[in-house]
């Protein structure tokens, strides 16, 4: 008996007098497993579902957006690729922000939702709904809602996930690449030629016509505001022509949203004022057209 308890404690003394030190030998090994289960348990029940929410916010504010992505639950990143999840936080602006606040949290042993409210560096309040899940005794982010940012009660969406969204949508990057910078050129100028024809003859009719279908009809721009807005233009006797001679600058490279929209933001050196644009185009086959427009004459400093 005492050889067998000495064998396991690594002792090879067989002597009754050394049965305490086994004894002690045993316990102590004993007592080092219980209190390694207990550390273990204790943190597994003392982990805190909101610090792995910060940490993936923590992660963005940074810029590393891979190890945020890497970092969620596969159930997350299967609803869409990695190139559309940093689409999408660029589009909402969320890594952009300087403080958190969990205002509402339901936590069970497998799943918690924290609701809350991200302060972005610009002041703008964004509401947003976390889902966590624990896998292997580790948190991991599951699903992240968010609201408009304009009105705290506004429904909350779910931007990370192409379930539920049609093929024309899940394609839209992949069957319609950005252009080649010659075309971007044209493209822009374009427009903007056209707008400053309108504005000259007092007349919107051919640009209006210009613009594109999903802008006139599913959003539902009239005619009438399209008048309303430029008739600024047509006041101060705005002249936008030397667009055509000058080469425009893109303040940011040009991009593909997740919805399909072709942002294209710059400006034209022109003188005496620089023509600022902001220009949204969506395809329509078989060319790209407008469907959103900002455009400023600004005198450069």
């Known amino acids: ?6 064998e396991k404690c690594g002792m090879k003394n067989e002597k009754p007098a050394r049965l305490h030190r086994v004894w002690s030998c045993c316990i102590l090994h004993s007592a080092l497993l ?11 029940r003392d982990s805190d579902p909101a610090d792995t929410a910060n940490t993936f916010f923590q992660l963005l504010s940074a810029g590393k957006t891979r190890q945020a992505y ?15 999840f940093e689409q999408t936080v660029h589009e909402l602006g969320i890594a952009n922000y300087s403080a958190i606040t969990w205002t509402q949290r339901s936590v069970n042993e497998k799943e918690a939702k924290l609701d ?7 002041g703008n ?3 947003v709904a976390v889902t966590l899940v624990k896998s292997s005794g580790t948190w991991k982010l599951y699903a992240l809602r968010t609201g408009s940012g304009k009105d705290s009660a506004s429904p909350m969406e779910n931007p990370f996930t192409l379930v539920g969204k049609g093929p024309e949508f899940n394609d839209a990057m992949s069957r319609h690449p950005i252009p080649p910078q010659k075309e971007l050129v044209a493209l822009t100028r374009e427009v903007l030629l056209k707008l400053d024809d309108a504005v000259k003859r007092k007349d919107f009719t051919e640009f209006y016509a210009s613009i594109s279908d999903q802008w006139r009809n599913d959003v539902g721009l009239s005619f009438k505001r399209v008048e309303r807005t430029y008739q600024p233009f047509i006041d101060a006797g705005a002249d936008m022509k030397d667009v055509a001679t000058v080469e425009p600058i893109f303040t940011e490279p040009p991009r593909i949203t997740s919805t399909g929209l072709l942002i294209v ?3 034209f050196p022109t003188q005496p004022n620089h023509v600022n644009f902001k220009l949204d185009f969506v395809y329509e086959l078989p060319n790209w057209k407008l469907f959103g427009i900002d455009v400023a004459l600004v005198r450069p400093q």
């Not at 008996?1 to 000495?6: A, C, L, P």
């Not at 289960?37 to 597994?44: K, N």
């Not at 809350?116 to 610009?122: A, D, L, R, Y």
């Open 1 to 6: 008996m005492i050889k067998m308890q000495d």
């Open 34 to 44: 219980v209190l390694l289960l207990l550390a273990a348990c204790g943190a597994s």
């Open 70 to 84: 890497d970092s969620a639950a596969f159930t997350f990143q299967a609803g869409q690729s990695f190139e559309r």
């Open 116 to 122: 809350g409210e991200i302060v972005t560096k610009n």
């Open 125 to 127: 309040k964004v509401p």
């Open 265 to 267: 933001n710059g400006y």
